[in-house]
């Protein structure tokens, strides 16, 4: 049993000098927590457009050629060289 100095009797009854020291209250908090969800939607339409391109292509092949046309003229000039006397030689088999 306690006594009014503090001091506890032990099981033999005999006295001891026990200091009791006290602490300050422990204050434990227990804290609880509610879940509350709230879901909010979002509605996306997605719209697929398929493009059909058709594509005309016009060529314009241009082709290129080269003709050499090589005309022989030929006179009659004479036998003086220093003073020449050329006249067109005709050689046209239907004239």
């Known amino acids: 049993m306690n006594n009014r100095n503090g001091n506890f009797n032990n099981r033999n009854g005999n006295l001891n000098n026990v200091e009791t020291v006290y602490y300050p209250t422990e204050n434990v908090e227990n804290n609880t927590t509610n879940v509350r969800t709230i879901r909010r939607v979002h509605p996306t339409h997605i719209n697929h457009v398929n493009n059909n391109i058709t594509r005309v292509e016009n060529y314009y ?5 080269v003709e050499n046309v090589n005309s022989v003229e030929e006179y ?3 036998s003086d060289l220093r003073n020449p006397r050329c006249r067109p030689v005709n050689r046209c ?3």
């Open 61 to 65: 092949p241009v082709t290129e050629s």
């Open 76 to 78: 009659n000039c004479g």
């Open 93 to 95: 088999r239907k004239c």
